[in-house]
């Protein structure tokens, strides 16, 4: 089992420019967490998606974020018109069920830097 | 009400110490306390979890402390080693009734233990 995977691993985007995320569960596991960690912050939730369906967006800023699980292929977070504010590192978890489990598993993270 | 407040920022101990780590939590609802272990360049992985049920858990030289009524608890790690050196952050979260798992974080504490 590869583990929760997520790529690119590093992203440089240009102020302006978007950003797309991908993150691909480990396998049987249909829930997935995105996360934010901004420089010597804890991480902070985003959203939480079961396939093809957004659960709990909350913690998405309201504009220029959206993210998607669709039926086939991994989660998206994508970003719109990127802002230097937005350099973290972002991190998607997977579980096999709706509950905290020990099967819950975070990747390694993508970290995005606008310049 | 949903933070977590985790202390200190950073810690150095020497090989063989006591490391200990504080976390304080506002939200009464939460009832499932977690810590992770972060490497450089690597996402959270879950060292120990504990449940209100109990007031201490521990697996090898890891421990939980917990204490209901101050709503804090904390991580100690026996004898540490320098492979211990990393970010530990605290989480909390609801894992009971139609509940799922959204953690709230604490801010981390960097331990480096010195040879």
């Known amino acids: 089992n590869a583990g929760v995977m997520q790529n690119p691993r590093h992203l440089v985007r240009r102020r302006g420019q978007e950003a797309r995320l991908r993150c691909s569960p480990m396998k049987g596991h249909s829930h997935v967490y995105w996360y934010r960690q901004l420089p010597e912050e804890g991480l902070k939730f985003m959203v939480y998606?079961?396939?093809?369906?957004?659960?709990?967006e909350s913690g998405m800023p309201k504009e220029r974020f959206s993210a998607e699980f669709p039926k086939e292929g991994p989660s998206i977070l994508r970003i719109q018109q990127v802002v230097r504010g937005d350099s973290a590192a972002y991190f998607c978890?997977?579980?096999?069920?709706?509950?905290?489990?020990?099967?819950?598993?975070f990747g390694s993270g993508t970290r995005l830097t606008v310049v | 009400q949903q933070q977590v407040k985790q202390s200190p920022q950073s810690l150095i101990v020497q090989k063989g110490g006591i490391s200990i780590i504080n976390c304080a939590y506002e939200?009464?609802?939460?009832?499932?306390f977690p810590w992770y272990q972060q490497f450089p360049g690597k996402g959270p992985a879950l060292l120990i979890a504990?449940?209100?049920?109990?007031s201490e858990k521990k697996e090898g030289r890891f421990t939980i402390s917990f204490n209901k009524s101050a709503k804090q608890f904390s991580l100690h790690i026996m004898d540490s080693q320098p492979g211990d050196s990393a970010t530990y952050f605290c989480?909390?979260?609801?894992?009971?009734?139609?509940?799922?798992?959204?953690?709230?974080f604490g801010q981390g504490t960097i331990l480096t233990v010195h040879p």
């Open positions: 978890a997977s579980s096999p069920d709706r509950k905290l489990s020990y099967g819950y598993t």
């Open positions: 939200n009464t609802a939460f009832d499932y």
């Open positions: 998606l079961q396939k093809e369906n957004i659960i709990d």
């Open positions: 504990i449940r209100p049920d109990v």
């Open positions: 989480a909390a979260t609801t894992a009971g009734g139609t509940s799922y798992g959204k953690l709230t």
